[in-house]
């Protein structure tokens, strides 16, 4: 299922708070410094219906974190809830910018699938796939963590994480989930239009088919790609 999609909007040098304010939007005024270079960054962050919105005015983008589940409210999201989603993103936008002609690209989608485990056999995996430092294709296991496996690409393309969902959502409901995630950065949108023509600013990531893998667990197997035939 699709887990997370953020988009981006570019060459934005003015955002009306005060219109913000208006339809009862706050605005949060965020100043984070890199510890490494000293470089100060000011963000201006705002929620609306679901999604996030966060408007850094010094490289004049907004990123928009609109995960479907929270555009829907619903847990579970596949190919047929596409339509849905984009109406109420489009509903958003509108809201938001007063403009219906927003032009977005898509930044970075998550796929997964949910594995329902004993909170003992979800340990267990970790602890296994953990003791092996697993290797996938290109991606490679950079460190250890108690409840998780996380293995990426050296420039972050397409990244693994295989994890304990419990400990994350602090939920009744995740005791015992084991969640696969395949996160699709920047480069790996970018290779998807180099290759395939597939635009970025349009949600066909969400809609195209993609051919699926095995992952083998113990006796169980498992689709961490769906093909939407």
């Given amino acids: 299922m699709i887990d997370s999609i953020n988009f981006k909007i570019e ?3 003015y955002l009306d708070f005060k219109q913000l304010y208006q339809k009862g939007i706050r605005v949060d005024d965020i100043t984070s410094t ?3 270079t000293g470089f100060t960054n000011r963000c201006y962050v705002f929620k609306y219906n679901g999604a996030t919105f966060k ?3 010094s490289n004049k983008t907004i990123l928009i974190y609109a995960r479907p589940h929270k555009i829907l409210n619903k847990r579970d999201i596949t190919l047929g809830d596409f339509e849905e989603y984009k109406t109420r993103l489009n509903e958003i936008l509108i809201k938001i910018f007063n403009n219906s002609n927003i032009k977005i690209y898509l930044d970075r989608i998550d796929y997964c699938v949910d594995i329902p485990l004993t909170e003992v056999e ?3 995996y970790i602890r296994l796939l953990n003791f092996n430092k697993i290797r996938y294709r290109y991606m490679k296991q950079k460190q250890l963590y108690e409840t998780s496996v996380y293995i990426k690409t050296q420039r972050g393309k397409t990244n ?3 994890y304990i969902r419990e400990p994350k959502t602090k ?3 995740d005791k015992g989930i084991l969640r696969i995630e395949v996160q699709g950065k920047k480069e790996f949108i970018k290779s998807e239009h180099d290759k395939y023509g597939i635009r970025k600013n349009h949600y066909v990531l ?3 088919r993609y051919k699926y893998r095995r992952y083998t667990m113990g006796n169980r197997k498992w689709k961490l790609y769906s093909n939407s035939k």
């Fill in 171 to 173: 939920s009744e409901s």
């Fill in 122 to 124: 979800a340990k267990m």
């Fill in 206 to 208: 969400f809609k195209e």
């Fill in 55 to 57: 408007f850094n005015r």
């Fill in 160 to 162: 693994l994480n295989i």
């Fill in 34 to 36: 890199n510890p490494k």
């Fill in 11 to 13: 060459n934005i040098d």
